[in-house]
């Protein structure tokens, strides 16, 4: 049966008869003005929910989850201020509703039936996907993936602070500013939720100003699944670090009462909160599930009769603020409002094209102010003795080392942050005396946990700073490579560029580290980061290169708003040659000035017999294949690529033109590296004889055989000579 309509029904009959649920007295503290302006929001978010149903019958609405039984998020909007910035679970229609009441100018009707209709004029995600985000409301698009948002709420929070002793050029929250991260019951078990709510804990057991707010809104299940009772109170009440509310969802009064007690503890104690929001959930979980197929009907119709529209009318009857035939009214009335609107939006145009649906995937570039670069004076400080070591040869380790210096020099907006980066200077030392230089603002020490490492970074990015996080090994990336695919890469596409996740997250990876690590220290695995669109993945081959590029990957952040990874191939760190003894594989500091831009492949050689295409290690050692192969009278050039997504196809191209064939050697593994990609694109674009050398499918082992699975100068020679022949 239609639950939406039994529900609707019920609504009705009980408002006539004064069949009300029974629940506590109106709370002190909400003016009948407020209490009637809360109510209005929780019906029109109600009213939303019915239309979108009815509008996806029609073939003229889309997928989507309702709000329908946490309409009390209502109250908890009126106990914050518009310049919060929140991050929403994905059933807070209602408190998006409530913050458009206000902030003038707001249409949240319209909007968010654009949004129903997956109409262009949807002015948070033109259409892309249905989702609750308003750039004039503080709000950034959520999407409904499980928790992700968490960890960034909690680096959004923790910005506050930071902006307020190192102000960035384009910090986008207020002082006071409090965070608000909404979430579920069955949200608040994923690893994801757990990892940032303890980083909350940690930081705040430190006394570090966090101003967050999280909201557990608990109606009990999560799609089929029942939460046990009493869990969200015993896993968040005593909790180190976090003070615990409660507060009814389905009471208007008591929601509003304990939410503003909870605001205003976070916003003056600058501590963390959780604020545990009874709610009830109604009609299922999203789009055509059908509750009663694993909940029996006497389940089901217990939640209906705690409707919480039924509460808050019993309530603004019971406290004079308005009578139970003015209720039904404003309910009737905002029925029908909603679906002559509706009848106007599906009206409007769609997405159509393949161009049209990317036109958001790459951020709008922003004006910053000019940097002349660091002074000569702030520069002596900084280095020290150092720098007159700088005009001499150094391997890429210590270039990347000064160069993250100039930069934070040029740039305060600059934070670098991670495991170990501070004190320790990284396992490599690439970071070493950078706290000492910079100061722990600006070199951040976090705990062991990926996932909030990269959410501080994406949440220091979108209150103004260029963060630079750190993942210590590319094997460490994989248990948390959603925070950039699904949250740091989307937000600008759901969200037409008007929310951004600028940043730089260097990470130290690949293989040929001799008798260390095995498979978790040497990952050859660039797969999931070639394969989220907008994101650009720069690998540098050498120190000059590694400087050069790393400057064009902080300006890109900087001035493009990109979502920037800069992959450091750790057995390169150290080296210092090309052939044993020759020194050709150091160099000087470059100029400040010098940059490697987007797009810019490396060539050495003019030979036409082979050209060998290749990057980071590959490089190294297709370099040291060369020299043989001259030797042998084969002219050869070879190409470092740099830039690993997306590919610089146009540069590869004029690269390897005038060669007689093309030779790729690969790191990566066969499957899903690197190498397939170069094959199509020089297929698809030349009549050049083609063939590749690629990594094994295979994990790689520790000891003698670290690099048994990989390329080598021999088996480089190998496939060039069978190539010439």
């Known amino acids: 049966m239609d639950r939406a309509a039994i529900v609707e029904a019920n609504f009705r009959k009980r408002l006539t008869t004064g069949d009300l649920p029974d629940g506590n007295v109106p709370a002190a503290g909400l003016s009948p003005e407020d209490a009637v302006s809360l109510y209005r929001s929780q019906v029109l978010c109600r009213a939303l929910d019915l239309e979108s149903r009815d509008m996806q019958r029609a073939g003229e609405g889309f997928y989507t989850i309702g709000s329908s039984g946490h309409e009390g998020m209502a109250a908890v909007a009126h106990a914050l201020r518009s310049t919060d910035p929140a991050f929403l679970h994905y059933r807070d229609g209602a408190f998006q509703i409530a913050r458009a009441a206000q902030v003038p100018g707001q249409s949240p009707t319209w909007d968010m039936l654009l949004s129903f209709a997956c109409s262009v004029e949807d002015p948070i995600s033109g259409g892309r996907h249905k989702v609750l985000g308003s750039k004039a409301l503080n709000i950034p698009p959520q999407t409904s993936t499980i928790a992700s948002h968490l960890p960034k709420a909690v680096g959004a929070a923790y910005s506050i602070g930071l902006a307020k002793r190192n102000p960035p050029e384009h910090r986008a929250y207020p002082e006071d500013a409090i965070v608000l991260c909404a979430f579920g019951d069955a949200s608040a078990n994923h690893s994801t939720a757990q990892g940032a709510i303890n980083t909350a804990g940690w930081t705040a057991y430190q006394k570090v100003p966090l101003p967050l707010l999280f909201v557990c809104e608990d109606n009990g299940i999560g799609i089929s699944v029942k939460t ?28 509003s009462r304990v939410a503003a007690e909870a605001a205003a503890f976070v916003r003056e104690r600058k501590r963390p909160a959780v604020l545990h929001l ?3 959930r109604l009609y299922g979980h999203a789009g055509a599930d059908v509750p009663t197929t694993y909940l029996s009907k006497a389940e089901v119709e217990r939640d209906e009769a705690d409707d919480p529209l039924l509460h808050s009318a019993r309530l603004l009857h019971q406290s004079g603020a308005l009578s139970l035939e003015d209720a039904l009214q404003i309910y009737d009335e905002t029925r029908a409002r909603v679906s002559a609107v509706a009848a106007e939006v599906i009206k409007r145009p769609r997405l159509q094209t393949a161009d049209q649906v990317m036109a958001s995937l790459i951020p709008p570039a922003r004006s910053v102010a000019p940097s002349n670069g660091p002074t000569a004076e702030a520069r002596a400080a900084a280095f020290g003795p150092e720098l007159a070591l700088q005009s001499e040869p150094q391997p890429m380790s210590k270039l990347l080392n000064w160069a993250l210096t100039d930069l934070m020099l040029a740039h305060p907006d600059v934070i670098c942050m991670g495991e170990d980066v501070g004190r320790k200077g990284g396992v490599y030392g690439v970071t070493q005396r950078l706290m ?59 969200s037409q560029g008007q929310f951004t996740n600028p940043m730089v997250v260097r990470i130290a990876g690949l293989g040929y580290q001799k008798g260390f690590g095995g498979h978790f220290h040497n990952d050859n695995s660039v797969a999931v980061l070639r394969d989220i669109p907008g994101l650009i993945l720069a690998c540098p081959s050498n120190g000059a290169d590694a400087v050069g590029m790393l400057r064009e ?17 750790i057995a390169l760190y150290p080296m210092r040659d090309l052939m044993p003894g020759d020194g050709g594989w150091v160099a000087p500091y470059p100029a400040l000035g010098d940059r490697v831009s987007l797009g810019e492949v490396g060539v050495h050689g003019t030979g036409t017999d082979l050209a060998i295409v290749s990057f980071a290690n590959g490089y190294h050692l297709s370099r040291q294949a060369a020299l043989q192969l001259e030797a042998d009278g084969v002219s050869t050039r070879v190409i470092d690529l740099r830039w690993l997504n997306p590919l610089p196809q146009a540069a590869l191209l004029a690269a390897v033109a005038g060669a007689d064939r093309v030779l790729i050697v690969d790191e990566t593994r066969a499957t899903g590296g690197l190498s397939e990609a170069l094959m199509a694109c020089l297929a698809e674009a030349t009549d050049l004889p083609v063939s590749r050398l690629a990594a094994e499918d295979s994990f790689i082992a520790t000891g003698p055989a670290y690099g048994a699975t990989m390329p080598s100068v021999e088996s480089i020679l190998a496939a060039a000579r069978a190539a010439l022949s």
Do not use: K, M
Not at 438 to 450: H, N, P, Q, S, Y
């Open 228 to 255: 046990p009772e009493g869990w969200i109170a015993a896993n968040f009440s005593a909790r180190p670090g976090l003070t615990y509310f409660h507060a009814d969802g389905l009471d208007l009064y008591d929601t």
């Open 278 to 280: 009874r709610t009830v």
């Open 436 to 494: 000492q230089r910079f100061g722990a603002d600006r070199v951040i020490d976090t705990l062991l946990d990926e996932q909030s490492i990269l959410g501080l970074g994406i949440g220091l990015a979108q209150n103004g700073f260029t963060p630079i996080p750190e993942i210590q090994f590319l094997a460490y990336l994989h248990n948390a490579e959603d925070q950039l695919r699904g949250e740091a890469a989307t937000l600008p596409f759901f």
């Open 553 to 569: 990957c902080v300006r890109l952040a900087r001035e493009e708003q990109r979502l920037v990874v800069f992959l450091e191939p």
